[in-house]
């Protein structure tokens, strides 16, 4: 287990949880109830290649700690955040993902804040994937995946990066079949990040820094607020754009028009709460901003291929396997 991980779980003394539930079971599930709040963090290794972490918190008092890093290539993605992390790039917001380089040993400390629940995924490629694997074994020798990762701007969106993920929560499998899967999705998420870098290259010098800057506070903003009905006239203005300039700069910076954002954010809440919880449809409806439960049922099938009772109960189906 890697320093930060193994970091966290002692400063909140999460226990190895015996039920694992909610959670592919070839996760290791850490759960911790304390004074400083509540929640999970599930963790699978993919041999010394790379970790993927799964989590969900909730705390009920600020506090502070330090973690010394390992040599790693993060790839994460905050669909909720109260962690003004001390990243080199800046601070984290909700919606947004995060790719960077660490580098070994360095100490990086958080401030973490109550009240608003933290919820994350991500991946972590140690240097025997990117250094070894890579160049090795796939014969990828004119790629320096840490310098790739540079063109990056704080506070991107990738949706390709965003469907993986997607994918991986929701994989159920036994040992075999999900190593198999996890190795198969990260040489996907892999492949992308080195497709994007070469359009990024270019994209870095179209957009300010203000701007993508006032785009990820509206990302930030609209992903805490699902359930509203955004006007990109009053959005427009928030980001001190035209509209047209402010469709331009969101759909450079995220890679998906204003509209196409939505939907896909709206759809993995609604996916989510129809997995996990007991939500009537019309309320989950309500939750994610439609007027009716039909308008919403008219949308996610056209969006997923299926109703949402039946996404609902092909994931009871599945979790009930899994355990």
Known sequence: ?????????????????????????????????????????????????????????????????????????????????????????????????????????????????????????????????????????????????????????HGIFIPEISSIFNQIRNFKGNEHSTKLFFKSKIDELVAVIIQKADIFQNLNASVSVADRKAIVEIMAYMNQNLSKKFSLIDLSAEAYMSVSKFKYVFKTVVGQSFSEYMTQKRMEYACELLSYSNLYIAEIADLIGYKNSGSFSAHFKKYMGILPNNYRLNRANILTCAD
Do not use: W
């Open 1 to 153: 287990m890697n320093k930060g991980y193994l970091s966290f779980l002692e400063h909140t003394e999460s226990k190895l949880s015996q039920s694992n539930s909610f959670m592919n079971p070839c996760f290791n599930t850490y759960q911790f109830s304390s004074e400083l709040g509540k929640g999970y963090t599930s963790i699978y290794e993919l041999d010394s290649y790379a970790s993927i972490c799964i989590a969900d918190h909730s705390y009920v008092r600020d506090f502070e700690y330090a973690v010394i890093s390992d040599a790693s290539i993060s790839i994460q993605q905050y669909d909720s955040i109260d962690s003004e992390h001390s990243y080199p790039k800046g601070d984290v917001y909700s919606g947004m993902q995060y790719i960077d380089y660490t580098p070994d040993n360095e100490v990086y400390r958080y401030v973490i804040k109550k009240e608003i629940p933290a919820k994350l995924i991500g991946i972590q490629l140690m240097p025997e994937y990117y250094e070894t694997y890579l160049k090795k074994e796939i014969g990828i020798n004119s790629t320096n995946l840490k310098n790739e990762l540079q063109v990056f701007p």
